[in-house]
């Protein structure tokens, strides 16, 4: 059986009196399968993976494919990338997949698990159709993230705008995205005036960049709190390159009906509190000062 969408391909076969095989890709990430069964059946520890020939070819040896760990649980194995590849070829090419493990409930009893090759190659096709729709990431990955800066630089490296595209792509997929935190930073280096401007400025070409990739204005709220909230030192360059930063949040709950929020400045000196909600912390008071 084979179901999914642009955020994620799967294909499973039932396994009578037993549970179920299945091939999961989601958006972004590598293939694994996983082999679930309905109560725990296989004692924790290494299973044998073996090639075999289905029940109508009798002849020949069965292949190792080695071992994998298994979990007393119904979830009893999971396997990553490759293994999971090079399953999908000997079952496209006509053999079985069958695991082999003790039981937990009987130390003389083996439990075997075959996956069947019948009709697996019509649903593979199918498979193959809905990974070529996949989006290049999911929620997960781009839910939360920063986007670094140069020294005095505010504009976008190609790396950084090829993050913005795959966040446009995914929200125009996305519906349920309903607003967009951004959060301007920099590193210390140069007045705390300045330092609060350039992160402004950070903060307003990743929001217009996303603008322009049809995003809602609407939708986005904008801050800057220039050098205010370090994720690292300033003393060293590796920590003042973590600090120069412009944070991307996606949230599924509507943006609040506010101006945007800055830190206030006095001189050269922070008198105020920037909304500590930038970084998921709760606010200590509000700041006085709004952006134009």
Request: a negative charge; charged letters at 25%; hydrophobic letters at 35%.
């Amino acid at each position: 059986m084979v179901e999914g969408s642009e955020f994620g391909c799967r294909m499973a076969q039932p396994i009578p009196e037993f549970g179920k095989a299945v091939f999961f890709h989601e958006a972004g990430e590598t293939l694994h399968f996983y082999l679930e069964a309905d109560s725990p059946r296989m004692k924790s520890g290494r299973a044998a993976v073996k090639i075999i020939n289905p029940i109508w070819k009798p002849d020949g040896k069965a292949r190792s494919l080695g071992y994998v760990d298994v979990r007393q649980d119904q979830s009893s194995i999971d396997i990553e990338e490759k293994l999971a590849n090079k399953m999908l070829q000997e079952l496209y090419a006509g053999q079985q997949v069958q695991f082999s493990r003790q039981s937990w409930y009987d130390a003389a009893q083996t439990v075997s698990v075959a996956i069947s090759n019948v009709n697996f190659r019509a649903a593979y096709d199918q498979y193959v159709t809905c990974l070529a729709d996949l989006l290049p990431v999911n929620l997960a990955q781009i839910e939360r993230t920063s986007l670094v800066f140069k020294p005095g630089q505010e504009l976008l490296s190609d790396k950084e705008t090829d993050f913005l595209d795959d966040i446009l792509v995914y929200v125009d997929a996305d519906k349920t995205i309903q607003s967009f935190y951004i959060d301007g930073h920099s590193d210390s280096q140069g007045t705390r005036s300045e330092n609060l401007e350039t992160s402004k400025r950070r903060a307003e070409k990743v929001m217009k960049y996303l603008v322009a990739g049809g995003i809602e204005r609407d939708k986005i709220v904008l801050r800057w709190h220039g050098e205010r909230y370090p994720v690292a030192s300033n003393r060293t360059a590796a920590g003042r390159a973590q600090n120069r930063r412009v944070t991307v949040r996606l949230s599924k709950e509507p943006a609040p009906q506010m101006p945007e929020i800055q830190t206030a400045v006095a001189g050269n000196a922070i008198d105020t509190e920037a909304l500590k909600e930038a970084l998921g912390e709760p606010p200590k008071k509000v700041p006085p000062t709004i952006a134009p």
